[in-house]
């Protein structure tokens, strides 16, 4: 695999269409809501009051509600947010507790601002990294050229 370089699409109005295309075809609400899990769909139409009460039992936690992220000791931070996100456990063990870190951050930020969304785009970018881990992505070694490659233009 060969990288272009950027002067060679830099003012390519035709490439930047087509990318700005596929960009808006990923992040339509339309595609997005086929990308939604159960939980998330049921969340995300369940009214904003629900959807910070779900948000605040997950992450301060309830001793009646197994799963709940809280401030125990029972276990790592990273086990402990496994139980309710076992995707974490598909990440390597440094990408675990910065993923755990991360999240939790987000959370406590999130909750003093009251921006609560802030939180399922943290957990939704780890979940993605988890999902691309377990698929294989990145295990290549990249491949160093010694010298520019020439590649003709993309089209479409």
């Known amino acids: 695999m060969a990288a272009i370089p950027s002067a060679d699409y830099r003012n390519d ?11 808006y075809t990923i992040t339509h609400p339309d595609v997005l809501q086929r990308l939604y899990s159960a939980e998330e769909k049921a969340m ?7 959807y910070e009460r779900y948000w605040r039992r997950l992450f301060l936690g309830q001793k009646h509600r197994p799963g709940a992220v809280s ?3 029972n276990g790592t931070l990273e086990d402990r947010l496994a139980r309710p996100f076992p995707w974490i456990k598909l990440l ?9 870190r991360d999240i939790i951050d987000t959370a406590r930020g999130a909750f003093v601002v009251n921006q609560l ?7 939704k970018a780890w979940r993605n990294t988890a999902e691309a881990v377990a698929a294989g992505w990145g ?11 020439t590649v003709t233009k993309p089209r479409v």
Do not use: F, H, N
Request: hydrophobic share 30%; with cysteine.
């Open 139 to 149: 295990q290549d070694e990249a491949e160093w050229l010694r010298e520019p490659v």
């Open 71 to 73: 401030l125990d000791d």
């Open 13 to 23: 109005e035709e490439v930047r269409e087509d990318l700005i295309y596929k960009l």
């Open 44 to 50: 995300k139409d369940c009214g904003p009051e629900a």
């Open 117 to 123: 969304g802030r939180i399922v785009t943290e957990i």
């Open 92 to 100: 390597s063990v440094q990408d675990q507790r910065t993923c755990a």
